[in-house]
């Protein structure tokens, strides 16, 4: 009887301790399953103008759905101007990195330049749910509410090089011209060929290819990768300098040294630069090389410009566009690197070429 006693206490007690552990493990899984959560989760935005958030400073315009973009005019007034044209600036980047068009060119052409802060970047509205199409849609909205017009042209640079591409989509009725500088590409853009695609990316540096995989591929990470500390994450958000070709490095000063780079990531890095990367390498249903041309009229042109040199975006992907699209006219500068708009007198080239077809 004691030994049966003795064995029904053991019996007790063993389940006793497995549910406690039980207990314990589950708790642990929780806990570290919450940690990981928050480690996921990026803090709030920062909203222009809201309580405790950073001030109003630009003109800013209020679009349907609530949201504010912030905006910068340059050249002759519009409502003297014989050419309204629109600047969409690239990644880490704000209004404030328009294109530098001399005010003789302005001038004797009479140029209206727009610029605007795109959503999430500088004092512009976070966009709660961006998309490729969204952004040409706030670039119709912007332009309108500014009245500009039926028509006006476009230029891109770099991640705004690659919203050239979504306007042409999905507004191109609106558009008089286009100029393409420097695009970003998505690598799993149908219809191009894997040996095109293959090559462009292998002349990324490895992290770069690691931070593009996840934001295509795992979204949802995108946050927590370019902010933790185990593994290299974009070098394009470091800055650093083994993507500068030489002509970049020389540009570098004039472009690395803005007075007003705080400002451009004051809501939140994961508000504009990690969501343009996750839109930018995103799940497209569409792909460039499905568009038709949309100045089959002759009223306008789309130019392509490329620096061959290029170690933020190849080169290689632009060329084939170039070749599958022969309404596009290319121009690649065999010296030049990443940065060549902001080369002394490149302003000015590009905008000859998209209002007057010079080459």
């Known amino acids: 009887v004691k030994l049966q006693g003795h064995s029904t206490d053991f019996t007790c007690l063993l389940s006793h301790f497995t549910g406690m552990a039980w207990k314990l493990s589950f708790a642990l899984f929780v806990f ?16 222009v103008g809201s ?8 003109s800013r315009t209020k679009l349907k759905d609530g949201r504010h973009l912030a905006y910068l005019e340059s050249g002759v007034p519009k409502e003297k101007a014989k050419y309204k044209i629109i600047f969409v600036h690239g990644f880490d980047s704000c209004r404030y990195d328009a294109l530098q068009v001399s005010p003789e060119l302005a001038q004797e052409l009479g140029i209206y330049l ?3 802060d795109r959503p999430g970047y500088g004092e512009s509205d976070p966009d709660p749910a961006p998309s490729e199409k969204s952004i040409a849609l ?16 476009l230029i891109g640079f770099s991640m705004g090089g690659e919203i050239m591409w979504s ?11 286009v100029a393409v500088l420097g695009p970003v590409g998505n690598y799993w853009w149908s219809g191009l060929p894997s040996n095109v695609s293959w090559d462009a990316w292998y002349q990324q540096l490895p992290r770069d290819q690691w931070a593009v995989w ?14 933790q500390k185990l593994f290299p994450a974009s070098s394009v958000i470091a800055y650093n300098p083994a993507l500068l070709s030489e002509e970049d490095a020389k540009l570098m000063e004039k472009f690395g040294m803005r007075t007003y780079m705080a400002m451009i990531r004051q809501q939140g890095e994961y508000y504009c630069l990690h969501r343009d990367m996750m839109v930018g390498f995103g799940k497209w249903g569409w ?3 499905d568009l038709k041309d949309p100045f089959a009229g002759g009223e306008g042109k789309v130019h392509l410009w490329h620096g061959a040199e290029d170690l933020i975006v190849p080169v290689i992907l632009s060329r084939y566009i170039s070749e599958r699209l022969p309404w596009v006219v290319y121009h690649e500068l065999p010296k030049s690197g990443h940065l060549f708009p902001v080369a002394q ?12 077809g010079e080459q």
């Open 214 to 227: 996840v934001s295509h591929h795992l979204p949802w990470l995108t946050y927590w990768w370019n902010t």
């Open 345 to 356: 007198e490149m302003a000015d080239a590009i905008v000859k070429s998209l209002l007057l």
């Open 32 to 47: 570290l399953a919450a940690l990981l959560y928050k480690q996921l989760q990026p803090p709030a935005p920062r909203i």
């Open 287 to 289: 792909s460039p090389l």
């Open 167 to 177: 306007c042409l989509k999905h507004i191109p009725h609106r558009l008089s011209g």
């Open 51 to 58: 309580p405790g958030g950073p001030p109003v400073t630009a």
């Open 114 to 116: 727009l610029s605007f």
């Open 138 to 153: 706030d670039i119709e909205e912007l332009a309108d509410n500014l009245q500009l017009g039926p028509k006006f042209h």
